[in-house]
């Protein structure tokens, strides 16, 4: 999959007459987009019909993680939709992402969406990660442990913030996607991001894909922050 802008436009409104009126307003056409939870458990699949008559890329981030055989059940759903990414949870473990690219392959129409799996949520940090799941390894080992796990299992990348890209690739590959969520611009709010990166740092570190919203779907002039997005990826 090859895009001019590898930056997915994340599209977390409530409704999909707020994502029509966002777009329009601030002419976003055709820039590539991600859809979340709280956006497809409302819409479904009218709002994935309307962007892809739009000419909008899609990264369907629903982030399966259940038992195997209902994960390719699902995705077998999920794959005519003609999405570009969808995605799991690494630590679902190797039969279940093994079972979701079977769903991909048998359930797609025209191209098989790119299956990519996270490894430790951004919202989350080491802390976090001992004092409450009480896994005992470095935060940074936890992603690559996850990552590979995910490569051997047949998947096409991982969900990993911009700091870790240089470690999955040294793991995993140059041709193994990373697609980074936590992207803000410099003078923009955390919020609940922990493991946060600029756009510039996200591409000297070889990530492959950006996951940007806040940065721009609030900001005063979001045509604005989103050319400085291209123009920092672009310059870095």
């Excluded at 991909?104 to 790119?114: D, N, R, S």
């Excluded at 005992?136 to 969900?159: H, I, M, N, W, Y």
């Excluded at 996607?177 to 922990?194: A, C, E, H, Y």
Aim: aromatic share 6%; net charge negative.
């Amino acid at each position: 999959m090859l895009m001019d802008k590898p930056f997915f436009l994340a599209l977390d409104f409530r409704t999909e007459n707020d994502v029509k009126t966002f777009i329009k307003d601030h002419d976003l056409f055709g820039v590539p987009v991600k859809v979340g939870m709280e956006l497809f458990y409302r819409e479904g699949r009218p709002i994935i019909d309307w962007l892809n008559k739009q000419g909008h890329p899609i990264f369907l981030d629903l982030k399966l993680h259940d038992i195997p055989t209902t994960v390719e059940k699902a995705m077998y759903n999920l794959a005519s939709l003609g999405v570009d990414i969808v995605n799991v949870h690494a630590s679902g473990g190797s039969e279940m992402i093994k079972a979701a690219k079977r769903g991909l392959e048998a359930g797609a129409v025209k191209e098989i969406p790119k299956l990519i799996a996270v490894t430790v949520l951004t919202s989350m940090d080491e802390q976090v990660l001992q004092e409450e799941l009480h896994i005992q390894q470095p935060l940074s080992d936890a992603v690559e442990r996850l990552a590979l796990l995910t490569k051997e299992s047949g998947a096409d990348g991982v969900v990993c913030s911009a700091h870790e890209v240089p470690t999955i690739k040294k793991a995993c590959g140059d041709s193994f996607l990373t697609v980074t969520p936590g992207i803000r611009l410099s003078d923009s709010n955390q919020n609940d991001q922990k493991r946060v990166a600029t756009p510039t740092l996200a591409k000297q570190n070889g990530a492959d894909y950006l996951v940007i919203g806040r940065s721009i779907t609030k900001a005063d002039n979001p045509q604005i922050n989103y050319q400085r997005v291209v123009e920092e990826w672009n310059h870095a």
